[in-house]
Structures are given as C-alpha cells and as structure tokens.
C-alpha cells in the first residue's frame, strides 16, 4: 500500500534525519569539551603568574625588612642613616598610654560645614554603622575627626580582648566567616547584601586581610570596626599578615591614608599600628573549629597562645635570629645579609643598641642593664648580632614586667626570656603566614618568607591534640573562593572575588551551625563581570597577567641576555625553543610553564627559533623620558620599583609623601647595599632630574614612581583568537570528570 | 500491505563512519603497548608542559588523574568523544576517575591513539549536522532547538555547558546563523 510504502521510506529519511542530527550533535559537543579544556589551562598558568609574583612580591618584603633590621643593629645611635629608618623599629615605646591619648586625641578637629559626610555620636548604634556602610556605599569619606574617635573606641575595646576569641553555636545561631576582604568595598557590601548585616541574630567572624591592595581598605577597617562597636559580642576579628604596617608600606594601605587623610594620616597610621597588634590571633568556635588567617606548624599550641603579649607584636616581622635552616618556621635571609656581612666596609660592627632611649620612668634602670651586657659584648659579628637581638627581645618582655623581676632575671634567665621571646615570635608568624601543602611535614614557607608550610599529618595531630574538627584559615587565593584540603580538615576561604583582575576568581563566606558543617556560598562582584560576556573574562585575566610577566622579564634585560647568550655560544643570536624556555626560568625563578606561555610572549620566529635580542624589543616596554638614565640602572628599578618605593615611604617620616633632596641621596645609598649596584653621586643627579620638583628641597614620591611606571606599547593580545575564548564565571573544575 | 519494519537504529551506533563513535562492545580493548610513538621531541617537551600544569600531586610526581585525561588531550589540541576517551583508559569505572593516576609515560600511547584517530570534523560536516535543523533553509537554527539537542542527544552536555557554548550567539529572535556559528566553534 502507498502508505505503507511511504511510511517505510519516511521512517527511512527519518532516522537517516536522526543519525545526521546525532552526529552534529556529537562533532559540536566534542569541539565544546576541547574549547572547555584549553580555556581550563589558560586559566591555570594565568593563575600561576599571578601568584608566584604576589608571593615573590612578599618574599621581597620580608627580605627588606631583615636587611634595614640587619642595619639597625649595626649603626651607632647618631649615625644619619639609622635616624631614616629606626623609627619603623620602634617597637616598644613605652609612652604611657595618656600620652597616646594625647596624641590621639580628635576633640581639636573641627568639622567644618561643607562636610556631607556622616557624623558619629558615642555610644554607636547600629543604625550609625549601617549609616556609615550607606554612606561609603555613595562613595562618601567619613572625616578624619571621626576616624580618630572610632579608632579610640576600637582600641580601647580591643584591649579588653584575649588572644583566642571564644564563641558559641548555641541558640541556634549560625556563624558566619568571610575570608581575605583586602580593601574591596564591593565585596563586603556583596556579603551584607546577601547574609544580612552583622547583629546579636547574625554573628560575624572576619579572618584577617582586610587592608592592601583594595582601595577601599580604610572604609572596610570603619565598617567591621564600628559593627564590632555595636555588637562586642557577636562580631570577631582575626589579625591578619597584611595588619602590619611594614606590610602596608608596600601593598598600598598607607598610601591609600595618606593619601585620603592629607592632613591626619599619619596619626590615623600610628593609632592603626596599635589597633592592628590588639587585633585577636584567633577565634575558636564550640571548641572544635579553629578559624586563624594564615594557619599551624608542628609546634603550635594553643595552650600556649593566651599567655603572650600580642600586643607586642606591632609587626610580625621580627628581625630573624641566628641562622638556622633546620628550624621550621623561623624566617631566613641568606642573600642580602651575606652580603652585607661579608662586604662591611661601610657598616662597622659597634657596640650598639638596637632599642633607641626609652622615654619615662624606665629609662635609668634601663640603660644599666644594658651596660651591664656591654662589657661581654665579644668580637665576632653573628654573637653581636645575637646579644643585639637577645638585648631588645629582653628588653621587650621587661616592659611589661616589674623592675624586680627584671633584676632578678636578667642574667640567670637570659637565655630563657630570649628562647620565650623567640617562640613566641615564631607561633604569632606561622599563625599569620603559614600554608598548608599537601605532603606529610613541616617546612619553612620560602616562597612567602615566613611561617610554613604544613602538612595532613600535621593537621591531624594538631586537632587530636586540641580535640578539634576543623581549621578553617583563609591567606591563599583560590579561584572558587574556597578550597577544601588534608581530608576536609582544612578549609581555605577567601572572601575578595576578581583579586587578580576582573574575573580571576570568586568570593566566598561559610555559614556554620551548631552541626559544624561549612556552608560555602560563592559570589563574584562588580557588575562588570557579568556584563563582559564570558569569552571576554578569561581573556582579560590572561591579558593581564601576560602583562604584568612581560614587565617582569623586561625587568631582567640584562640577566636574561647573559643567560641566552650561554646557551648560544656561537653567538648566533638564535635559539631553540627549549633553550630559550631553560634559560628563561633559570633567570626568572617563577616555576611558569614557559613552551605553553611561548606563543603569547614570542610572536615571531624562524623554525622555532628565537632571536632573542629582537624580542626585547617586541616586548615594548617603555618607561617615560629616561634615556639620561644609565641603562642598567634603571633595569635594577624596574625590577625593584615596589621596594624602592617602600623605603621611601620608610624614609619619609612624617608620611607627607615628599623627603628632602638630601634625605633622597641618603637613600640612594641605601638602596645601593640593598640591591648590590654601583650607584655614583651623577646617577642620584640624573634620577633627581627625573622628577618634577615643584618644591624646593623636596621630592614628590608619586610623582617619582610614576617616572617609572612601564608601560606596554603595544596591546599584544588582540588577536582573533583569544577573542573567541568563551567562559563563564560559573565554568566548573574540570577534575571530576563531569563527562562521565 | 504490512509495512516493513526495519530495525530502529539505535542512536549512539549509527553505521556512518565519519565522527568518532563509540566503540561496540565487541571491539578489542586497547592496548598501549601496541602503538608507536610518532612524537618529535619538542612536541614531547610541550606536551610535559602542560602536564605539569594538569599535575595536581603533592611532590609534582608528574602524574594525574584518569579523569583529567581527556581534559589534557583536549587542552593539547584534540577533540575526542567521551567515549573515546574511556576507550582508551580501559573502560575504567566512575570512582577510577578520580583514584587512578597516570603518569607521563602512560599518557603518551594514548594521546597518540587519539592524534592518529582521523575524525575531527570539517567544516562541512558540521554545517551539514546543523543544517538538519534548518527548516527555512535560510542558513539560521532556532536556539532552542540546538540547545535541546546538545542537552538530550549524543554526549549530552549540561544545561549550564550549553548556556556556555550558546551565550550571546542567538539573535532577538533567537535565530543561530549557524555557519557564523561554526565558524566560532572551530576558532578555538
């Protein structure tokens, strides 16, 4: 029958129509699986630039402040360079704490009329805090008259405070913990959106970081400090590494205070120094949930935490004691102290005293002892060096203790308090510092330079011994916010999404009931991420982070040059891929998978070879007007430019943002031990030059920097290709297969 | 007359050679140690590489997981089928994926097996895929439809992997111009 018929040969088109449409079907989502892998593996190199520069950005921190510490042991108290830096090594003042008051003290500022901002009243309220978010919200700045006052309360408060915060579940209550927050407004304003603002309903633990590299780090400090005014009980705060002042020298947050409080900045930074050293260590959760910023070592107990004097702490940073490599956790400097020691023309041993003369009732009892110590001061430089540190961690712990005690243990206990001191030091820096890695031990954390890296068995042994479940730390930056690991023992929570650049990552908080299971709700901020379409937000992360590589290695002109041109001892100017990828690492030292990043740094090349002098200039990078400048001084700037701005603003101690011409030479000569190059008084003139001085006798330090800003002459990924790479801000890990 | 019925083929084992299929129960199962390595060193060297970016081990063992696998033969440039890729892992079952490891020697053979695999799709094949959807015949496919396809056909993809693939390609009438489309795909 025709129909029959029909249906036959129609049923035949059909699944003719059906194997077609199959087959399409396949061929799209196989090519959809390859496009989600190669986005997956930009993505992750992207990441791996990104943070071996921060780390490394740390280590060079960390590498400075031992270095000036090295210097401050060295000098006599008259000598002019100390007088440029001691005053960031003035750790234990002892003014009375009216005099502080004093100092402090907000009742002469006068707001004047035309301020639009919001006015507080003491006692806070609630509805002042949430006033105050508003207002920072329409971008407004609470005036420094304000600041002051809440900063007093703050501390005032904080000092009530035990190292170890102590909160419950009970009433049903859910905790909520942020992460890393790093002066990004958005991200907080994302969290207060979504989980409510903190109150006796809504308790809130905040773990640390929240100043540098944000902009809004100051307003982010007003906001959880004024919370934390209102609701003493409910809201709790972790110190993090970055609450440290030297740290805020190189990561922005005293630039960001000075440069919004011109006329109070600085006393703004001073009053911060001290709240950032009451700031509790850590925050314990029914007695089973640990959350601290950075993590543990093998030899953290918390029995022991509560009995140190945190506030002693002003930096983490201590100056490191003897050398010794096979202590984990202590923090070691071996090149630039080599150096220094092995060159010390310039820097004479002396018998001197890394504490400047104290102020008050102490001062006489003090020097005695002192003097005491002087006359066994023996020859060699490692034991000055000791005796020196011994000298200010005893003198440390005697400000806090009465004079008899002092008397009494000053030279049976001298090793004692000073072996005290030194573990104290060691437990505060791996808390704030340290990294969980995923093989069983303990070592030191040399990529950041301080505290380290821990491992599962550690884990577990620390939370059988404290009878806990879990720790919970933030620190690291991980591209979902949070990242579980030693068995879902450890949870890394990081609250600023987009930290890298728009799109790098996402923000999370956890939510934690009287179960004691983690929560994890995940954001990402600023609307400019969802407008991007995905394709558009890889590509700018990996843009970015390119950028930033290629500044790097532009930075390392010379080094790489003698590098290649030992793989090309016949001085072709050619070479092979591999040769190129060995001789690039073996200068960079940032572990980067240099074949895969080959085609987006090197655009041209014959048979797979590279001319390698020809590719700096591809590079393309240009600084503004500094051809009087001797060529490899320069390329020591470039690479040094975040050190060499933190010690200008060490150098500049009124923080005004300018120093004297004279104090500028000063540290030129510094500089020049620091980073081991020649640098005659003509290459301090010509960099002089450079700035545009429009005060005389002083030289803008913005200004200055931005003379040697890099800039990329050419955008160098605007090719087809990358702008076809589609993403979404939601794209899945790829392990765990989800194929499958 | 009764019509005939003819057997209803069954979806995932079309006769059709061209894109890869699934292997048939009965086909041998594969064998590493039977396929020659035709890799230049620098490829060898580029392919460590991104290993190494794949390798998530404690001790950088250079070792991952069978579930990364056909992340990495992707990442290096192919576009196997998922079944493809079990094939060649051995049929391993689900909670393989993620204990299995393989190190860089046991990768090779099977990303040659993969390279050597002729299939990859043209151009043409896809249009022609797509153009089965094409009911004007005016070179566009409504969207919704695609993405109905990919979701419930084949090698299903997700519902969000589909939003991935699709954001921003559909006019306002929701119409794929779908050699545009293609092309797109193909670009990465």
Same mark, same amino acid.
């Given at each position: 029958m025709? @129909?029959?018929?029909?249906?036959?040969?129609q049923?035949?088109r059909?699944?003719?129509?059906?194997?077609?449409?199959?087959?399409?079907?396949?061929?799209?989502?196989?090519w959809?699986?390859?496009?989600?892998?190669?986005?997956?593996?930009?993505?992750?190199?992207t990441?791996?630039?990104?943070?071996?520069i921060?780390y490394?950005?740390?280590?060079?921190?960390?590498?400075?402040?031992n270095?000036?510490?090295?210097?401050?042991?060295?000098?006599?108290?008259?000598?002019s360079?100390?007088?440029?830096?001691?005053h960031?090594?003035?750790?234990?003042?002892?003014?009375l704490?009216?005099e502080?008051?004093?100092?402090?003290?907000?009742?002469?500022?006068?707001?004047?009329?035309?301020?639009?901002g919001?006015?507080?009243?003491?006692?806070?309220?609630?509805e002042?805090?949430?006033?105050?978010?508003e207002?920072?919200?329409?971008?407004?700045?609470l005036?420094?008259?304000?600041?002051?006052?809440?900063?007093?309360?703050?501390?005032?408060?904080?000092?009530?405070?035990?190292?170890?915060n102590?909160?419950?579940?009970?009433?049903?209550?859910?905790?909520?913990?942020?992460?890393?927050?790093?002066?990004?407004?958005?991200?907080?304003?994302?969290?207060?959106?979504k989980n409510?603002v903190?109150?006796?309903e809504?308790?809130?633990v905040f773990?640390?970081?929240?100043?540098?590299?944000?902009?809004?780090?100051?307003?982010?400090?007003?906001?959880?400090?004024?919370?934390?005014?209102?609701?003493? @009980?409910?809201?709790?705060?972790?110190?993090?590494?970055?609450?440290?002042?030297?740290?805020n020298?190189?990561?922005?947050?005293?630039?960001?205070v000075l440069?919004k409080?011109?006329?109070h900045g600085?006393?703004?930074?001073?009053?911060?120094?001290?709240?950032?050293s009451?700031?509790?260590?850590?925050?314990v959760?029914?007695?089973?949930?640990?959350v601290?910023h950075?993590?543990?070592?093998?030899?953290?107990?918390?029995?022991?935490?509560?009995?140190?004097d945190?506030?002693?702490?002003?930096?983490?940073?201590?100056?490191?004691?003897?050398?010794?490599?096979?202590s984990?956790?202590?923090s070691?400097?071996?090149?630039t102290?080599?150096?220094?020691?092995?060159?010390?023309?310039?820097?004479?041993?002396?018998?001197?005293?890394?504490?400047?003369?104290?102020l008050?009732?102490?001062? @006489?009892?003090?020097?005695?002892?002192?003097?005491?110590?002087?006359?066994?001061?023996?020859?060699?430089?490692e034991?000055?060096?000791e005796?020196?540190r011994?000298?200010?961690?005893?003198?440390?712990?005697?400000?806090?203790?009465?004079?008899?005690?002092?008397?009494?243990?000053?030279?049976?206990?001298?090793?004692?308090?000073?072996?005290?001191?030194k573990?104290?030091?060691?437990?505060?820096?791996?808390?704030?510092?340290?990294?969980?890695m995923?093989?069983?031990?303990?070592?030191?954390?040399?990529v950041?330079?301080?505290?380290?890296?821990w491992?599962?068995d550690?884990?577990?042994?620390?939370?059988?011994?404290?009878?806990?479940?879990l720790?919970?730390?933030?620190?690291?930056?991980?591209?979902?916010?949070?990242?579980?690991?030693?068995?879902?023992?450890?949870?890394?929570?990081?609250?600023?999404?987009?930290?890298?650049?728009?799109?790098?990552n996402?923000?999370?908080y956890v939510?934690?009931?009287?179960?004691?299971?983690p929560?994890?709700?995940?954001?990402?901020?600023?609307?400019?991420t969802?407008?991007?379409?995905?394709?558009?937000?890889i590509?700018?992360?990996?843009?970015?982070?390119?950028k930033?590589?290629?500044e790097?290695?532009?930075?390392?002109?010379?080094d790489?040059?003698?590098?290649?041109?030992?793989?090309?001892?016949?001085?072709?100017?050619?070479?092979?891929?591999n040769?190129w990828?060995?001789?690039?690492?073996?200068?960079?030292?940032?572990?980067?998978?240099?074949?895969?990043?080959?085609s987006q740094?090197v655009?041209?090349?014959?048979?797979g070879?590279v001319?390698?002098?020809?590719?700096?200039?591809?590079?393309?990078?240009?600084?503004?007007n500094?051809?009087h400048?001797?060529q490899?001084?320069?390329?020591?700037?470039y690479?040094?430019r975040?050190?060499?701005e933190?010690?200008?603003?060490?150098?500049?101690?009124?923080?005004?943002g300018?120093?004297?011409?004279?104090?500028?030479?000063?540290?030129?000569?510094?500089?020049?031990?620091?980073?081991?190059?020649?640098?005659t008084d003509?290459?301090?003139?010509?960099?002089?030059?450079?700035?545009?001085s429009?005060?005389?006798?002083?030289i803008?330090?913005?200004?200055?920097?931005?003379?040697?800003?890099l800039?990329d002459k050419?955008?160098r990924?605007e090719?087809?290709?990358?702008m076809?790479?589609?993403t979404?801000s939601?794209?899945?890990?790829?392990?765990?297969?989800?194929?499958? | 007359?009764?019509?005939?019925?003819?057997?209803e083929?069954?979806?995932?084992?079309?006769?059709?050679?061209k894109?890869?299929?699934?292997?048939?129960?009965?086909?041998p199962?594969?064998?590493?140690?039977?396929?020659?390595?035709?890799?230049?060193?620098?490829?060898?060297?580029d392919?460590?590489?991104?290993?190494?970016?794949?390798?998530?081990t404690?001790?950088?063992e250079?070792?991952?997981?069978y579930?990364?696998?056909?992340?990495?033969i992707r990442a290096?440039?192919?576009?196997?089928?998922?079944?493809?890729?079990?094939?060649?892992?051995?049929?391993?079952?689900?909670?393989?994926?993620?204990n299995?490891?393989?190190?860089?020697d046991?990768?090779?053979?099977?990303h040659?097996?993969? @390279?050597?695999?002729?299939?990859?799709?043209t151009?043409?094949?896809?249009v022609?895929?797509?153009?089965?959807?094409?009911k004007?015949?005016?070179?566009?496919?409504?969207?919704?439809?695609l993405?109905?396809?990919?979701a419930?056909?084949?090698?299903k993809?997700?519902e969000?992997?589909?939003?991935?693939?699709?954001?921003?390609q559909?006019?306002?009438?929701?119409?794929?111009?779908?050699?545009?489309?293609?092309k797109?795909?193909?670009?990465s």
């Amino acid at each position: 029958m025709g @129909c029959g018929v029909s249906k036959s040969s129609q049923f035949n088109r059909n699944s003719r129509k059906a194997v077609t449409t199959i087959r399409a079907a396949i061929l799209i989502q196989r090519w959809y699986r390859q496009y989600v892998a190669r986005t997956e593996m930009r993505r992750r190199y992207t990441w791996h630039i990104f943070q071996s520069i921060e780390y490394s950005g740390e280590q060079a921190q960390i590498k400075l402040y031992n270095f000036l510490g090295y210097l401050m042991d060295n000098f006599t108290p008259s000598s002019s360079e100390r007088n440029l830096i001691s005053h960031i090594f003035r750790e234990h003042e002892v003014c009375l704490d009216a005099e502080w008051e004093r100092y402090f003290c907000y009742k002469n500022i006068e707001v004047p009329e035309v301020y639009s901002g919001p006015h507080l009243t003491f006692p806070l309220t609630v509805e002042q805090a949430v006033g105050l978010l508003e207002a920072f919200r329409n971008k407004k700045q609470l005036h420094s008259r304000y600041v002051l006052q809440l900063l007093l309360e703050t501390w005032k408060l904080l000092r009530m405070f035990p190292n170890i915060n102590r909160i419950s579940t009970c009433q049903s209550k859910e905790i909520t913990i942020c992460g890393d927050l790093h002066g990004q407004l958005e991200d907080l304003l994302l969290i207060f959106y979504k989980n409510g603002v903190p109150s006796l309903e809504r308790p809130y633990v905040f773990n640390g970081d929240f100043v540098d590299r944000g902009k809004d780090s100051i307003e982010i400090l007003l906001i959880l400090f004024s919370f934390l005014l209102v609701y003493p @009980c409910d809201v709790y705060l972790n110190r993090g590494n970055h609450e440290d002042h030297l740290i805020n020298l190189r990561y922005g947050f005293t630039k960001e205070v000075l440069t919004k409080y011109k006329i109070h900045g600085k006393r703004i930074l001073k009053l911060l120094q001290k709240i950032f050293s009451w700031l509790p260590l850590a925050t314990v959760i029914d007695q089973k949930v640990l959350v601290l910023h950075g993590g543990i070592s093998d030899t953290t107990d918390l029995s022991v935490l509560p009995r140190v004097d945190r506030h002693n702490y002003i930096s983490a940073l201590r100056p490191p004691k003897k050398r010794n490599n096979s202590s984990a956790g202590v923090s070691v400097d071996t090149d630039t102290e080599d150096y220094v020691w092995n060159n010390s023309r310039i820097y004479q041993r002396r018998a001197s005293f890394s504490c400047p003369k104290p102020l008050g009732p102490r001062d @006489c009892f003090q020097n005695r002892s002192l003097q005491d110590f002087s006359g066994r001061i023996k020859v060699k430089m490692e034991d000055e060096l000791e005796r020196s540190r011994r000298r200010e961690s005893l003198f440390q712990t005697a400000v806090n203790r009465s004079e008899k005690d002092l008397l009494s243990t000053s030279t049976s206990t001298d090793s004692i308090s000073s072996d005290n001191a030194k573990e104290e030091w060691r437990l505060i820096l791996d808390l704030l510092w340290s990294d969980p890695m995923n093989q069983d031990g303990c070592v030191p954390n040399e990529v950041r330079g301080g505290g380290c890296y821990w491992g599962p068995d550690v884990t577990e042994d620390f939370l059988s011994r404290h009878n806990m479940q879990l720790i919970i730390r933030s620190h690291e930056c991980k591209q979902e916010g949070y990242e579980f690991c030693h068995n879902r023992k450890v949870l890394t929570l990081f609250s600023a999404s987009n930290y890298y650049d728009v799109g790098s990552n996402r923000g999370a908080y956890v939510k934690l009931g009287p179960d004691l299971v983690p929560y994890v709700i995940q954001y990402q901020a600023t609307s400019l991420t969802r407008e991007l379409t995905a394709r558009q937000s890889i590509g700018r992360t990996e843009r970015s982070a390119l950028k930033v590589l290629r500044e790097q290695l532009f930075a390392h002109k010379s080094d790489l040059i003698c590098a290649f041109k030992k793989f090309d001892p016949g001085n072709t100017g050619f070479l092979s891929l591999n040769n190129w990828a060995s001789a690039v690492e073996s200068v960079m030292h940032l572990n980067l998978p240099w074949r895969t990043l080959f085609s987006q740094l090197v655009s041209k090349s014959n048979n797979g070879m590279v001319d390698y002098h020809d590719w700096f200039n591809e590079l393309a990078i240009k600084g503004t007007n500094t051809d009087h400048i001797e060529q490899s001084l320069l390329e020591t700037l470039y690479r040094h430019r975040s050190t060499v701005e933190t010690i200008f603003r060490i150098v500049d101690t009124d923080n005004s943002g300018f120093i004297t011409v004279e104090d500028f030479r000063k540290t030129w000569k510094l500089l020049s031990v620091y980073l081991k190059m020649e640098i005659t008084d003509e290459d301090i003139s010509n960099l002089a030059v450079t700035i545009d001085s429009n005060h005389d006798g002083s030289i803008d330090i913005d200004e200055f920097m931005e003379a040697f800003r890099l800039t990329d002459k050419k955008s160098r990924l605007e090719r087809g290709r990358s702008m076809f790479m589609v993403t979404t801000s939601d794209l899945t890990k790829m392990e765990g297969d989800p194929n499958v | 007359m009764a019509p005939k019925k003819k057997e209803e083929p069954k979806p995932a084992a079309p006769a059709a050679p061209k894109p890869p299929e699934p292997e048939r129960p009965k086909t041998p199962e594969f064998d590493p140690s039977s396929v020659t390595l035709e890799f230049t060193p620098e490829q060898i060297e580029d392919f460590k590489d991104a290993f190494q970016l794949f390798d998530r081990t404690p001790t950088n063992e250079m070792k991952i997981t069978y579930g990364q696998c056909g992340d990495l033969i992707r990442a290096l440039g192919q576009n196997p089928t998922n079944a493809e890729i079990m094939h060649v892992l051995g049929k391993p079952k689900p909670e393989d994926m993620q204990n299995k490891m393989l190190d860089f020697d046991q990768f090779l053979p099977i990303h040659q097996h993969i @390279c050597k695999a002729k299939n990859r799709g043209t151009f043409e094949d896809f249009v022609e895929g797509l153009r089965v959807f094409d009911k004007e015949g005016n070179g566009t496919v409504m969207g919704a439809e695609l993405r109905h396809v990919l979701a419930t056909l084949g090698e299903k993809m997700r519902e969000d992997e589909v939003e991935q693939l699709m954001q921003n390609q559909e006019d306002a009438n929701g119409c794929i111009n779908y050699e545009a489309f293609v092309k797109y795909i193909m670009a990465s």
